[in-house]
């Protein structure tokens, strides 16, 4: 079964609204967890590193303070899309590993679709 | 559904081996093929990726080639170094159009020893 669950797995929303994500982890704490975005017909690209209790680290030219982060227990990661515009319409996944032990697998959540009207 | 099965881990090579990791698929239609590689305390990056059937995806000596006919698409590089050390993920999307969900496989790790 799913070791990481994400949610929702499916939002529209109209142009304006903040949208929040879920993600955790269901039987493991996770220290960091990854959000990514992918784009139609286009691979991953990671957005941030999410630590717990502390400050997300973003990637070049993610906007901060349009995803915000927070990492506030090690089960628990959010991802929250601000004033969401259409062009931030796009499938967003986490991914975690298992912090206790070094050879765990990453798991990756379900995936969230976005879609800004 | 889709899914993608990789070879299990860890692969332990010297300085200079070659490395194949094998993954194949199971998908309808033609779908989009990726490696991905994790570095240590790292997020996923794009290694190289092929939309089409035989097209050949290539990257810092790393090489796969999208074979239908064997709905496979196996990673290999001719000389590996200490540097390539990490955990490699093969993973695909549909080509349908739209927003559609990624399939990962479940990673194989490769340790390079000097």
């Known amino acids: 079964g799913a070791v990481v669950s994400q949610h929702p797995s499916w939002v529209i929303c109209k142009s304006g609204t903040s949208v929040k994500i879920e993600c955790r982890s269901l039987?493991?704490?996770?220290?960091?967890m990854f959000w990514y975005r992918q784009f139609p017909k286009q691979s991953l690209m990671l957005m941030a590193t999410s630590n717990e209790g502390s400050k997300a680290t973003y990637e070049q030219g993610v906007e901060k303070d349009k995803f915000l982060i927070n990492h506030a227990s090690l089960t628990l990661s959010t991802l929250t899309v601000t004033s969401a515009h259409p062009e931030d319409s796009s499938f967003y996944i986490c991914?975690?590993?298992?912090?206790?032990?070094?050879?765990?697998?990453?798991?990756f959540g379900d995936g969230t679709r976005l879609s800004i009207l | 559904g889709n899914s993608v099965t990789q070879m299990e881990g860890p692969v332990t090579l010297s300085e200079e081996a070659f490395l194949t990791i094998n993954c194949t698929y199971t998908a309808t239609g033609y779908p989009s093929l990726f490696w991905y590689v994790q570095y240590p305390g790292e997020g996923l990056q794009l290694l190289l990726k092929?939309?089409?059937?035989?097209d050949k995806g290539s990257n810092k000596g790393f090489e796969a080639t999208y074979r239908k006919e064997t709905t496979s698409f196996h990673l290999e590089k001719g000389s590996v170094q200490v540097s390539d050390s990490a955990v490699y993920f093969c993973?695909?999307?549909?080509?349908?159009?739209?927003?559609?969900?990624?399939?990962f496989g479940t990673g194989t790790k490769l340790q390079v020893i000097p």
């Open positions: 993973a695909l999307t549909p080509n349908s159009g739209g927003y559609q969900k990624v399939t």
């Open positions: 039987d493991f704490q996770a220290t960091t």
């Open positions: 991914s975690a590993r298992d912090g206790g032990h070094r050879n765990q697998p990453q798991h």
């Open positions: 092929a939309t089409k059937a035989d």
